[in-house]
């Protein structure tokens, strides 16, 4: 038995087989989970808090958006935290806030208290939507890491749909406050599964950590030396430049086009009109006609669709290339939301047969979501920026995202009550087709390419959508 391996059986790390990284993507991607979980269980408890706190609809649009809010401000910290601290002690902290602020919403006596409670599930999900996509970018292997980040996502539409389904049980009982402190639970799960997960090879070698790095590369690369020193290599050669975050920013052009473009993506993903459709998903039934628990169980038909539309992104993101299916996904999008506009503007309340025009036009608007912008928009963001200002331009994006979650969010059911639900939904269905151009014109492919030569091309300054392949 070589050396190295004894030092391998005595590393923590040794618990993954190199059959485990399935296990390894399966539990940071909890973090996406909890995240759904939260955006799905807002859906059938706003009516219901509505009621007891004798709210108003700008009560629940303040109730919903000031998670996003929190969220900002958690990966804005996050930047900073995760690479000075390491990727999974921040997914720590954010499973522990986690679970505290939905026993806290849970417990809440007045507007004002889960106002103060959803900011602080926000933190924790903020500092969750940073870490967990560029953790697993930095650990996979390049050939999946397109699926690997994709699970993110999955495990988004998983935790949206087991919410729309716990909404649905509750809401016989009218038992908002169980939808929202359940929620603690899967949380606890992902806090126990974090012990165990390895650091990320790349921020081992950022702290001259090498051999830590060389072993859990070694316990996920299927003990391939001449790959393992390789991607060592690559990675400490990115290392040798002392630029590094926001002073890479401000004196490298090349940087700021990438950050930039982390910006854009991450607003177009939250103006496609999704979140806005699972925030208030039960308001848009009623507006088709739907009313009572109809409308609930018609929402977890969104959860469900959305789950085994993302299964479709994850298979086909590293085999059909990134931008391929986003063409698809907007189309359907912008030809989604369009019809649902149209037919809500034709007093479809009486005509069962529209109504169901309508609501499978907006399963189509899902599907092309969850098979396109969902997964790949974090993909993308993850891939694009170099290693030296990785945290900094993941943050800058993510925050932006959620600033943008907040903004659409927060309007959403202003929108709807000044312009009508037809006009509202039209809008959004008009941004889907002016995203296709910005897809076209600037992003690049990034399938089936290093990360590395996604670096090395985008600092040679060329144009962005050719700094893939």
């Avoid at 706003?46 to 009560?59: G, T």
């Avoid at 995203?435 to 996604?454: D, H, M, Y």
Wanted: glycine fraction near 8%.
């Amino acid at each position: 038995m070589k050396p190295s391996d004894l030092s391998l059986k005595k590393n923590k790390t040794n618990f993954f087989s190199p059959n485990n990284l399935f296990i390894i993507d399966l539990f940071a991607s909890l973090a996406g989970l909890l995240f759904g979980l939260d955006i799905g269980v807002m859906a059938g408890a706003n009516d219901l808090i509505k009621i007891e706190f004798s709210a108003n609809d700008h009560d629940i649009e303040k109730i919903v958006s000031i998670m996003m809010f929190g969220a900002a401000f958690g990966a804005l910290i996050c930047g900073w935290a995760s690479a000075k601290f390491g990727r999974n002690r921040c997914l720590i902290v954010s499973a522990t806030f986690f679970i505290a602020a939905s026993i806290g919403c849970s417990l809440s006596n007045s507007v004002s208290d889960l106002i103060m409670w959803r900011f602080v599930l926000g933190f924790a999900i903020g500092i969750a939507s940073m870490t967990a996509p560029l953790y697993l970018a930095e650990i996979a292997p390049e050939e999946k890491r397109g699926a690997m980040i994709s699970t993110y996502q999955l495990m988004i539409t998983v935790g949206i749909f087991m919410a729309f389904i716990s909404d649905t049980i509750f809401g016989y009982y009218g038992a908002w406050r169980w939808m929202l402190g359940i929620l603690a639970v899967p949380a606890t799960i992902f806090l126990l599964g974090l012990l165990i997960l390895p650091n990320s090879p790349r921020w081992l070698l950022m702290h001259r950590r090498r051999k830590e790095a060389y072993n859990v590369l070694s316990s996920i690369r299927n003990n391939d030396n001449t790959l393992i020193k390789r991607e060592i290599k690559n990675i400490e050669m990115q290392l040798e430049n002392s630029q590094k975050g926001f002073y890479l920013f401000l004196y490298n052009s090349n940087f700021k086009r990438s950050v930039l473009l982390g910006i854009f993506l991450q607003i177009i993903q939250q103006f496609t009109g999704m979140n806005v459709i699972m925030y208030y998903a039960p308001r848009i039934f009623a507006n088709m006609g739907y009313h009572g628990h109809a409308r609930l169980w018609f929402t977890a038909l969104v959860g469900l669709v959305n789950v085994f539309a993302t299964f479709l992104a994850i298979g086909i993101c590293d085999k059909s290339g990134r931008k391929p299916i986003l063409y698809i996904g907007f189309t359907m999008m912008a030809i989604g939301l369009g019809s649902v506009s149209f037919l809500l503007d034709n007093n479809i309340q009486t005509n069962s047969y529209l109504q169901y025009c309508c609501v499978t036009m907006l399963l189509m608007f899902i599907i092309g979501f969850a098979m396109s912008a969902g997964p790949l928009i974090w993909t993308i963001c993850s891939e694009i920026q170099p290693l030296q200002g990785r945290d900094f331009g993941i943050a800058v994006s993510t925050v932006v995202n959620w600033l943008a979650n907040f903004w659409v969010g927060f309007t959403f059911l202003t929108l709807i009550n000044t312009f009508g639900a037809s006009h509202t939904i039209l809008l959004y269905a008009c941004l889907n087709l002016i995203f296709i151009v910005f897809i076209f014109a600037f992003v690049p492919e990034t399938s089936n390419i290093s990360l590395e030569q996604i670096e090395e091309n985008l600092m040679e300054g060329q144009p962005l959508r050719k700094i893939g392949r």
